[in-house]
Each structure stands twice: as structure tokens, then as C-alpha cells.
């Protein structure tokens, strides 16, 4: 079977010799030297052979009613590390870490309804929003029902911790607002307060609706240019866990923003790279700290709303609000199908949906918001 894990090991700089190394399963390989097309094949190859290798999943561990919650974590966080995307570990351990920390010390078989009201007690008066206690309690469950399926604890468990219902509007819990899209007037008071680079980040995603990591992380190579609207076909995003393909549609305006930026000599590296443009890292506090190879989704966000309180918008909006913003205005263009298509919710089915007429209209909507 494939890796499901979608973190391959990363090209890095050993700098006491100048070489690029990549460091699999604990051992250093080195490539050549750093930044060199040859090391960059050779580190293309190391991933590829990564990539092929069976991962095997941990031997069942026989059912015991003495086993605890922490040591069961143990075990379930080796399986989450390879079987889910990055971010959804992380969601996972946020919403795991009160049990450990709490009821570490019990065993599986004695954890039951009560024990998860009381976490949900805390999550409420912690000021969690509602939607987010929901969202943990199913993650918590989930962990649950990984431990019946390798006979670790009797279904009867996941049975009483189902008894649970999530919370109502009203009946606990912040509510929230649905997230609502940022106008074009408002993106247009802040555009002058971004830096060069995340001005173009914040009109490519404008013009497309990609999801903020899918801009900080995207590469010329994915990109094909062949046609009068490009596509970035993406192998690593999101939903790639779940065997969702992602293509990006670029039309006119969103190329006139990408084209000055794009990388044909670097094809892997991200096309809104900090190091291309981000002088300020290297004195900050006085210490030399080169900037990264990318922006992160937190950065990108922090950017963003630092332009917008000197540009005096409140409340603040997210790059994510560009995404909201295009998939609205693209379902009033091309309908709700279209709308679909081109911001990755549907579950591909490669033949019936992207040679549909869907996808046609899809792309004549993408021609005329230009």
C-alpha cells in the first residue's frame, strides 16, 4: 500500500559543508551541492523512492482492560502522523491533549459519557466556540473508534461515547458567524499597505479562490500554461488525503498577477518565497535569520491584518475571505456546479465530472470575471 502520509522528507542545507542533504527515516542522504539542478534531481528521486515504500501499519496490541488512555495515544498518534494531511494532526492533538492531561491514567474500557461531559465543560467555559467543540468530541470519538478496530477496547465503549449527542444552538458553546466574503472595496483599501509580494499573493487568490496554503506553497511546475486558462494541478493540498485531485483554474487576470512572479528555472521552489523579496528577517533582534522558503498560512494572515488596521478596516478580514468572495461571485456567473468545480468541494470522479459540461461552464465563467 502507498504512504498516506502527505509530509515528505525536505530538501534542507547542511551549511557546514554546503550541501544539500535530505534526512529519511533518521539518516542523512546528501544530494550534492546546495541549490544545484543536479541536487535537486537527486532529491526529486530520494522522494519518489520514499514515496514507493510500503508503510506498515503498528501490530494490533491484544485488548486489555487495563490499558490507559496515554498508552493508547501513544499508538494512535504513530497512525494519525502517517495516515492523515499535517493540519488535521495538528486538530487532533489540540483536541486530544485535555483527555491525556486530564484522564491519562484510565483505562480505555472506564472512559464513558461523563468523563466527556466534563471535557466538554471545560472546552465551554474555556470560550471554544461551539462548531470547534463539536468538531473535537468527533475527533475524540474517532480515536475511539481506531482503538475498536484493532481490538484494543469493546465496541460497547465507542457505543456509550456515541450516547453523547453534539451541542445545539444555545445549549453551550460560542456561537460564531458564518464566514462572509470580503468585498472588493475593502481589498482595494488594503492592497496599498501590503508588501510587493503579498499584494500579489492577496489578488492572486482574489482572482482564482485558491485556499491560502495553496498560494503560499505553490510552484511553477504545476502550472500548465498550455491553454488560454492555466491550471495549477496540485498533488499536495488539503483533501489529497482523501484522494481529491485539485486543480486551480488561472484565468487572464489572475496570470497578469502570477506572470512576473513565475519561476521557470526553479520549478519546485514556491513561487511566493520570503526569500525572494524579505530583506527585514536577517536584522531582526539584532540576529541573522534568513527568512523561509515559504509563507505560512499564519504569516500570510498576520500580514494581511496588520495592513488592515493601518488602513483602518475593522473588524479585520482573512485570506480565506478571498476564497469566499470568488466562490460567490463564480456561482452567480456559472451556478452552483461551477462553482464546486473550481474551488475543489466535490469529490472528483475524473471522467464523468471534468469532461462534463459542469467544467465548460465552469471555464466560461472563469473568461468572463476575467
Wanted: aromatic residues 8%; proline residues 8%; contains cysteine.
Amino acid at each position: 500500500m502507498p504512504r498516506l502520509a502527505n509530509r515528505p522528507p525536505r530538501y534542507c542545507h547542511h551549511k557546514a559543508t554546503n550541501r544539500a542533504v535530505v534526512y529519511v527515516d533518521g539518516k542523512a542522504v546528501y544530494l550534492g551541492a546546495y541549490n544545484s539542478p543536479a541536487s535537486k534531481e537527486a532529491y526529486r528521486r530520494v522522494v519518489s523512492e520514499w514515496s514507493a515504500k510500503p508503510v506498515s501499519e503498528p501490530p494490533p496490541v491484544a485488548a486489555s482492560s487495563v490499558l490507559t488512555i496515554a498508552e493508547a495515544l501513544v499508538q494512535y498518534k504513530s497512525h494519525a502522523e502517517r495516515y492523515y494531511h499535517s493540519r488535521e494532526v495538528d486538530n487532533l492533538r489540540e483536541a486530544l491533549r485535555p483527555m491525556r492531561e486530564k484522564f491519562g491514567y484510565l483505562p480505555m474500557c472506564d472512559f464513558g459519557p461523563a468523563q466527556l461531559r466534563v471535557l466538554r465543560n471545560r472546552w465551554i467555559e474555556e470560550g471554544l466556540a461551539r462548531n470547534t467543540i463539536n468538531a473535537r468530541i468527533i475527533r475524540l470519538k474517532r480515536f475511539f473508534r481506531w482503538a475498536c478496530s484493532y481490538e484494543l477496547i469493546e465496541t460497547k465503549v465507542l457505543d456509550r461515547l456515541n450516547t453523547v449527542e453534539s451541542l445545539m444552538p444555545g445549549r453551550g458553546g460560542k456561537e460564531t458567524r458564518p464566514k462572509a466574503p470580503v468585498s472588493w472595496e475593502v481589498v482595494e483599501m488594503t492592497l496599498p499597505f501590503l508588501p510587493e509580494m503579498v499584494r500579489a499573493m492577496v489578488l492572486f487568490g482574489w482572482h482564482t479562490g485558491a485556499r491560502p496554503a495553496e498560494i503560499t506553497t505553490l510552484t511553477t511546475g504545476v502550472i500548465d500554461q498550455s491553454g488560454d486558462i492555466w491550471f495549477a494541478r496540485l498533488e499536495k493540498h488539503k483533501t489529497a488525503t482523501w484522494g481529491h485531485a485539485r486543480e486551480i483554474p488561472i484565468g487572464k487576470s489572475a496570470q497578469n498577477v502570477l506572470a512576473p512572479w513565475l519561476r521557470p528555472s526553479e520549478p519546485d521552489e514556491p513561487i511566493f518565497s520570503p526569500r525572494r523579496v524579505d530583506e527585514r528577517q536577517e536584522k531582526r533582534l539584532g540576529k541573522k535569520r534568513p527568512p523561509g522558503r515559504s509563507y505560512s498560512r499564519a504569516a500570510f494572515q498576520q500580514v494581511v491584518r496588520r495592513a488592515c488596521r493601518r488602513a483602518g478596516i475593522s473588524p479585520a478580514w482573512s485570506p480565506n475571505a478571498l476564497r469566499h468572495a470568488y466562490g460567490t461571485r463564480m456561482r452567480d456567473v456559472g451556478g452552483v456546479e461551477a462553482s464546486q468545480i473550481a474551488l475543489g468541494h466535490r469529490k472528483p470522479d475524473t471522467t464523468l465530472i471534468y469532461t462534463s459540461n459542469a467544467k465548460a461552464r465552469m471555464l466560461d465563467a472563469v473568461r468572463a470575471l476575467g
